[in-house]
């Protein structure tokens, strides 16, 4: 079946440490997007991307870095510059611009501590 | 820019009971709407999603919601809840201009269902 994985489920992070989110897709979409979810705050985008090798910041593109080397793969790195990380991270997908009546499809996130 | 606004932070149902969650828009233009339903620690599923046409659109579960342009308004609508039901939901609007490519999300409405 088609998906989107998101790894690890769990991931816990010491001050001062960078830590890596894997995002990962197969349902051949173009755009990918990383959104961070707080407790009544809704999702808030952090980064996306429409096309390999680009993409753009979000709304809170602070503290975080991204890269889209491969179609199926849209990393997010969470730097020691995000003062406030821990959060439940989301990674989504959709088709092309094209076909823009395709809705954003999620994965089942990661959530992010410090230790 | 957009912005979406679910007035409830939790409400509460019994089993049976009908049902209706209120989302409003603020979009210059067209919108795309949409609804998703999210589970504690899970992703984000595709309720329905609203484009053009019909302003009543059905969705899974047994969920329907209605596009009000005058009200600004994508309330989402279910006759007769289950148990099952109990989860949080976001109601999103996507730039009509360029699909999907960017959504803003409203901050959630949690659902309680009582026996």
């Known amino acids: 079946d088609g998906g989107i994985t998101q790894s690890p489920k769990y991931l816990f992070r010491k001050e001062g440490q960078n830590v890596t989110l894997s995002c990962e897709q197969n349902?051949?979409?173009?755009?990918m997007y990383w959104y961070r979810q707080d407790p009544g705050q809704g999702l808030r985008l952090i980064y996306y991307?429409?096309?390999?090798?680009?993409?753009q910041k979000g709304d809170i593109a602070e503290g975080y870095s991204v890269s889209r080397e491969k179609k199926e793969s849209f990393p997010l790195t969470v730097t020691s510059a995000q003062k406030n990380p821990t959060a439940f991270y989301l990674c989504?997908?959709?088709?092309?611009?094209?076909?823009?009546?395709?809705?954003?499809?999620f994965g089942d996130g990661t959530r992010l501590s410090i230790l | 820019a957009q912005s979406v606004t679910q007035p409830d932070i939790h409400i509460t149902v019994s089993e049976g009971a009908s049902l209706e969650l209120r989302c409003n828009y603020s979009y210059g233009a067209t919108p795309y709407l949409f609804w998703y339903v999210q589970s504690p620690g899970q992703g984000l599923q595709l309720l329905l999603k609203?484009?053009?046409?019909?302003?009543l659109v059905q969705g899974i579960k047994g969920f329907e919601a209605e596009f009000k342009r005058s009200q600004s308004s994508f309330n989402l609508r279910k006759p007769s809840v289950h148990w099952s039901d109990a989860a949080e939901y976001f109601c999103a609007v996507g730039i009509s201009n360029f699909g999907n490519e960017k959504l803003t999300f409203g901050t959630g409405t949690r659902l309680t269902i009582i026996p």
């Open positions: 989504a997908s959709s088709p092309p611009r094209r076909t823009g009546d395709q809705p954003q499809h």
């Open positions: 349902l051949n979409h173009d755009a």
């Open positions: 991307s429409q096309i390999v090798n680009d993409f």
């Open positions: 609203y484009f053009s046409g019909d302003t």
